[in-house]
């Protein structure tokens, strides 16, 4: 019963969230895809109350706004971890090892592919660059580039971050 109230809880807190974000956008035009971006820069993922508010908001239907965010697969609809892990692997730093990279850092947090851990510590993302070519190979945590990684730097750094 109480898991149920702190449920309810945490669904009318997201949808006051969403709503404040929606309203909130400082540009003149608030558009399906500029109230995604707001939401998603904001809590990092869509919500379902985020579908249905900005339906309500923009007046379309939530299929309309469906579509919006599933074409751009930069929008995710599930919380990510703690931490988020890019790892680039852009032709830069593909060819400057970043197979390797990938590798050392899904053992050492016992993942076969990108996403979650399942301790929900850390979401990994294979990213096409990060814009720091010229330091690769490079990764980032939590938008904070780290250049010039190698397979051991990443394990200890995931090691790192595992223990704080
Ligand atoms: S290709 Fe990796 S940072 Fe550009």
């Known amino acids: 019963m109480k898991k149920n109230n702190s449920k309810t809880t945490n669904k009318v807190s ?4 969403v709503k404040d974000t929606i309203s909130s956008q400082d540009q003149k035009t608030v558009t399906v895809l500029s109230s995604l971006l707001s939401i998603e820069k904001k809590i990092q993922y ?3 109350e985020a579908i249905e508010e900005i339906a309500e ?5 939530i299929n309309d706004v469906w579509s919006v965010a599933s074409f751009y697969t930069n929008f995710r609809f599930t919380p990510p971890g703690e931490k988020i892990l890019d790892i680039c692997w852009g032709p830069t730093c593909h060819l ?7 590798k050392s850092a899904i ?3 016992g993942i076969s ?3 979650e851990t399942t301790d929900k510590k850390f979401t990994v993302r294979y990213n096409t660059c990060l814009g720091a070519c010229a330091q690769g190979p490079c990764v980032s945590i939590n938008h904070k580039v780290i250049g010039f990684i190698t397979p051991d730097k990443i394990k200890k750094l995931l090691l790192d971050l595992s223990n704080n």
């Open 107 to 109: 053992d050492q947090l």
């Open 96 to 102: 400057l090892g970043s197979q390797k990279i990938i």
């Open 46 to 48: 869509i919500p379902d």
């Open 57 to 61: 908001y923009c007046n379309v239907s």
């Open 14 to 17: 997201i949808r006051a969230l």
């Open 113 to 115: 592919e990108e996403g």
